[in-house]
């Protein structure tokens, strides 16, 4: 009685062993379960019950932290919008350009000046390269873009009423920089070329007189 009874203890501490030891292996294999498959239906019945407890305290663990950082984004998204809104001016809008015939011929007027007085852009380039001021040169087609293409030409081209015409004129408008930026190049230290400078200069003159052409577009209500 005593080695049957001896027997049956080993016994069930062999099977203790076993079954904790699937357990631990569950555990630690449980991310990779697709090639570790139970071999005895305890074990499998072990595994199962040790999955299904890590799966849910994942999960709700999961799905905790997945609804606070929405929580928090949401308050954060919220707060940020409200900031900017806040913080952005309102933004008047543009006040439409008085039209009338003799605003018109005044904006154009300054504009026919720069081609052909003797003091406009054109007359004090052709001066300046007959010179070979090439200094001066680098510094008055820097200034000639702003207050001659940015400021004169700008202005006459918000007066235009052809929806068309006014993309038209942006890229002439272009085309005059392009031409001073020629000249400009043709200008700088180690890379001077009167012929260069004097191809653009030409090429600046059509420029302006295809740009002058867009004033008898211009209808008055």
Do not use: W
Request: neutral net charge; charged residues 25%.
């Amino acid at each position: 009685l005593a080695r049957s009874t001896l027997q049956y203890y080993q016994k069930m501490l062999r099977l203790s062993i076993a079954t904790i030891a699937a357990a631990l292996l569950c555990c630690c294999l449980g991310s990779v379960r697709a090639f570790v498959a139970p071999t005895s239906p305890v074990t499998a019945a072990i595994c199962k019950s040790t999955q299904t407890s890590s799966h849910h305290a994942t999960s709700t663990s999961l799905d905790a932290t997945r609804r606070n950082f929405i929580d928090q984004s949401i308050a954060t998204i919220t707060a940020t919008s409200a900031i900017i809104f806040q913080a952005q001016p309102a933004v008047a809008k543009e006040a439409p350009v008085e039209i009338t015939p003799q605003i018109v011929q005044e904006a154009f007027d300054a504009i026919r000046n720069e081609l052909t007085s003797s003091s406009g852009v054109v007359a004090t380039l052709s001066n300046l390269i007959d010179n070979g001021s090439f200094e001066e040169i680098l510094q008055y087609t820097k200034e000639s873009d702003a207050y001659f293409r940015r400021a004169k030409l700008g202005k006459a081209r918000k007066m235009l009423t052809d929806k068309d015409l006014k993309g038209e004129a942006v890229l002439m408008s272009n085309a005059v920089t392009f031409d001073l930026i020629g000249i400009n190049r043709a200008s700088r230290p180690g890379k001077e070329n009167r012929e260069d400078q004097l191809r653009y200069l030409e090429e600046l003159k059509k420029d302006i007189a295809k740009f002058l052409e867009l004033e008898k577009t211009i209808v008055f209500e």
